[in-house]
């Protein structure tokens, strides 16, 4: 159990085209999930906690308006990333919390983003 | 402060020999968790252990153990007789309220490299 997958693993873009990252939960359901982001040989940076049914709460200095966070349900979060730059490129990795219960957090495969 | 210090940054063992993981953390809270995560090569963090502050006794999990001292604020992982399947990133996290929502607070991770 407590499973997430990560949509797409890998993806290279053109600069100033947008990205979309799907994070979900297959098998429980979560009322938060997180995202970060990890550069080489660094340990994990968290960008945002996103709530299901409200708006996503970014750490400080990430951009709201260029990490776009959608949670639409209790099973799914998206990462948008906009008008992607070269400096965007990085590893990026959701995680999700059970409702209730254990308070670990389960992490997707990753996806890394390549911005050309 | 809410901290968590991995020292080692790199380590290197033969297989079957022990190597122990050092985390000393920081945090104001009286309830809190700590976590060991595993990182493979291929990205994906996977969870290891949770340890609630209350709960000091020791645990063992096949080749893996972990130690927590409350009065070191220390959560030291140990492999016993290590295998090169073992190689990989680990990280130590705390998990803390951090402006009023439960945030993971990662260490920098040791990375661990079993030779044959």
């Known amino acids: 159990g407590a499973v997430v997958s990560q949509h797409p693993s890998w993806v290279i873009c053109k600069s100033g085209t947008s990205v979309k990252i799907e994070c979900r939960s297959l098998?429980?359901?979560?009322?938060?999930m997180f995202w970060y982001r990890q550069f080489p040989k660094q340990s994990l940076m968290l960008m945002a906690t996103?709530?299901?049914?409200?708006?996503?709460?970014?750490e400080q200095g990430v951009e709201k308006d260029k990490f776009l966070i959608n949670h639409a349900s209790l099973t799914l979060s998206t990462l948008t990333v906009t008008s992607a730059h070269p400096e965007d490129s990085s590893f990026y990795i959701c995680s999700a919390r059970f409702l209730t219960g254990p308070r670990e957090q389960y992490f997707g495969p990753g996806t890394r983003l390549t911005v050309t | 402060a809410q901290k968590v210090t991995q020292a080692q940054t790199e380590i290197s063992v033969v297989e079957k020999e022990d190597v122990t993981l050092d985390c000393v953390y920081e945090t104001r809270d009286t309830t809190y968790y700590l976590f060991w995560y595993k990182q493979p090569p291929s990205g994906e963090l996977v969870f290891l252990i949770r340890r609630n502050s209350f709960d000091e006794q020791n645990e063992i999990s096949g080749r893996y153990s972990w130690n927590f001292q409350k009065s070191t604020s220390s959560f030291n992982f140990t492999i016993t007789a290590s295998q090169v399947v073992d190689s990989a990133v680990y990280f130590c996290?705390?998990?803390?309220?951090?402006?009023?929502?439960?945030?993971?607070?990662f260490g920098q991770g040791t990375r661990l490299t079993i030779n044959p």
């Open positions: 996290a705390l998990s803390a309220l951090i402006q009023g929502a439960q945030k993971l607070v």
């Open positions: 098998d429980f359901q979560a009322t938060t």
């Open positions: 996103s709530n299901e049914g409200s708006k996503a709460t970014y």
